[in-house]
């Protein structure tokens, strides 16, 4: 009997991060090629001309120097036209100064969102939610958020966590409730006899033998 594959609606944390090809506001997309030895942030919003999204979109490009300097990419999608990202991506200039500069996928045939798992139907079947993946330099999702249609995203949260994974990645640690930068970090427990007498003798900070800080400065 041939074995059945179920395939997964959605990319799940620590699958490869689907690859496409796209016309964004700013050229033809290469997905793959496009992101090759960056961190990215790809986000969905419901719609163009809205104002919830307006004000996330914003939020994006005023952070162009936090993302630069964290070599992050960004990239938004929504399920609209390449003409309406143009004009709505005009709009907010001439209105607030504010420049758009990153890519918006023009997915106006929901492919790309279908195969990101953007479209949740309890949410709405023609719009995509608010998702927001954070993906590495080797292509793999690390971490989804996902928010409903009439909730804006906290920019500070997705901040924070870009921070602490790439500060994980670099450290070989963990974060602990509410971790900040600049806070300390969790050190991986002792899988050994030899780690565990190494562990009891160090200078960490220790709540017990599994649990135990260090700060990084």
């Given at each position: 009997?041939?074995?059945?594959q ?10 490869m ?28 919003h ?31 999608l ?42 949740q ?97």
């Open positions: 009997m041939d074995t059945i179920t395939i997964p609606t959605m990319p799940r944390i620590g699958d991060a689907p690859n496409f090809e796209s016309m964004t506001t700013t050229g033809k997309m290469k997905f793959h090629d496009y992101i090759q030895g960056k961190w990215a942030v790809f986000f969905s419901p719609a163009d001309f809205t104002p919830v999204c307006t004000t996330e979109m914003t939020g994006f490009a005023n952070e162009k120097a936090f993302f630069d300097a964290h070599n992050t990419l960004r990239i938004g929504s399920i609209d036209s390449i003409h309406a990202h143009i004009a709505w991506v005009n709009n907010v200039r001439e209105k607030t100064g504010v420049l758009f500069d990153f890519p918006i996928v023009a997915d106006i045939d929901m492919s790309v969102a279908k195969l990101y798992g953007m479209l139907p309890g949410e709405s079947e023609t719009a995509a939610v608010r998702a927001v993946f954070f993906i590495d330099p080797a292509k793999k999702i690390r971490l989804i958020m996902y928010y409903p249609l009439n909730v804006g995203r906290n920019m500070e949260e997705i901040k924070r966590v870009l921070v602490a994974l790439q500060t994980a990645d670099a450290n070989k640690c963990a974060m602990p409730l509410d971790w900040k930068p600049g806070d300390k970090v969790i050190i991986p427990a002792p899988k050994t006899v030899d780690e565990l007498q190494e562990r009891l003798a160090s200078n960490l900070e220790m709540v017990d033998f599994y649990l135990a800080k260090k700060s990084l400065n």
